[in-house]
């Protein structure tokens, strides 16, 4: 079973600074896009960036401009930085990986962290 670990939430002011990671406990041959997902409260999970094998990525309109992420297929890890916070970005995050095994496309999801932003 793969464990996915996410790291870095907390508690911030806004105007603040986190960065957050998460690393999968196995490598994968061929990883597909890898990425991070937030859960603000009473609202649905949405995509906040993704980064694809190539490197491109793609950012929410919430995050352009203040988080920046990025992925190491070596290590299975992907970061995401997050810059000029507010109270909008507070949500759990969770950490998506993306893989192909053969023709069969599966993903594994961590356990989400915590961010908070106080006004």
């Known amino acids: 079973q793969v464990q996915v670990v996410e790291s870095g939430g907390g508690l911030v002011e806004a105007g603040g600074s986190l960065t957050l990671s998460c690393a999968a406990s196995?490598?994968?041959?061929?990883?597909?896009?890898l990425g991070w997902y937030r859960q603000p409260p009473g609202k649905q999970r949405e995509l906040v960036a993704d980064?694809?094998?190539?490197?491109?990525?793609n950012y929410a309109d919430s995050v352009k401009g203040r988080f920046s992420i990025s992925r190491d297929n070596a290590k299975t890890t992907v970061n995401l930085q997050m810059n000029n916070l507010t109270a909008e970005d507070t949500a759990v995050y969770y950490c998506?990986?993306?893989?192909?095994?053969?023709?069969?496309?599966?993903?594994?999801w961590g356990q989400g962290t915590q961010v908070t932003v106080s006004s």
């Open positions: 998506n990986i993306q893989y192909f095994s053969g023709q069969y496309k599966g993903d594994y």
């Open positions: 980064i694809l094998s190539g490197g491109d990525t």
């Open positions: 196995r490598r994968f041959s061929t990883l597909n896009a």
